[in-house]
């Protein structure tokens, strides 16, 4: 099976609350972090682009309900789409309802150069607790990693530790998992212990501050391919690093 080659932005935040700005704020950094990008359309029942001339107005108004609604860019040979939706309290860390923020884009050089500011944008724009950016195939792969019992193996196919369930993590500041480049907030890499300048010089490398104090971290150079056995290597060490992360500090 031939994978999408697309690109995933996911950011998890504070739940909205009424019409919040920082759906716009998302937006808006998203436009500066990629040159030439707008997203000022959005998508009909029938799956065609509708423009939308008073794009700001238009997705304050909608934003409410705990979500926002789709945008794109307009270009179906270069969709690039972004949306953001409430996640029930019952599937969150620490029992609190998030806005997970979505986009996807194409998975080319322009897109690979700009995705540290793309991230940062979407999670600064947020107030995000953690995000991360990941090739299309992540899904499967982290899903292959998550615990159901207790009894289960003790590493994925990929001989990835496995991972606790996000609804059992004690704080939403406590990431779930990782992925190619990661946005960890103050508070997140202060709950996984980062940065220690000793332990994390390589990563350090990778990383750049943000302006709200938190971090973009960059696991590989390369978007992180699960078939390079120099990707996995890469993410069982930072796996063994942060232990908190997926909650495997923690009892089953």
Not at 11 to 28: C, E, N, T
Not at 85 to 105: I, M, T, W, Y
Not at 138 to 164: C, H, I, K, T, W
Request: charged share 25%; hydrophobic share 40%.
């Amino acid at each position: 099976m031939i994978m999408p080659r697309v690109l995933v932005f996911i950011v998890y935040a504070p739940a909205l609350v009424g019409k919040d700005g920082r759906s716009l704020k998302v937006i808006h950094g998203m436009e500066k972090a990629l040159p030439g990008l707008r997203l000022a359309w959005r998508i009909s029942e029938g799956g065609r682009p509708i423009a939308l001339p008073h794009r700001d107005a238009w997705l304050a108004e909608r934003t409410q309900d705990g979500r926002f609604p789709l945008l794109c860019n307009g270009d179906e040979s270069y969709p690039v789409t972004v949306s953001g939706r409430e996640n029930s309290a019952l599937f969150s860390p620490g029992g609190q309802p998030q806005l997970d923020v979505h986009a996807k884009l194409p998975l080319d050089e322009a897109v690979i150069s700009a995705a540290p500011a793309i991230l940062e944008a979407m999670a600064e724009g947020a107030r995000a607790f953690w995000g991360h950016a990941s090739r299309y195939s992540y899904g499967s792969e982290v899903g292959e990693q998550f615990r159901r019992s207790a009894d289960g193996p003790e590493r994925s196919p990929r001989g990835l530790p496995m991972l606790n369930l996000p609804e059992k993590l004690p704080a939403p500041e406590i990431p779930c998992f990782l992925g190619w480049l990661n946005y960890w907030s103050a508070a997140a890499a202060q709950a996984i212990g980062f940065p220690d300048p000793a332990r994390d010089a390589e990563l350090l490398t990778r990383a750049r501050r943000t302006p709200s104090g938190g971090w973009i971290v960059k696991l590989t150079d390369a978007p992180l391919d699960y078939d390079n056995p120099a990707h996995l290597d890469a993410l069982n060490r930072a796996y063994e690093r942060f232990p908190k992360i997926g909650g495997r500090d923690s009892p089953r």
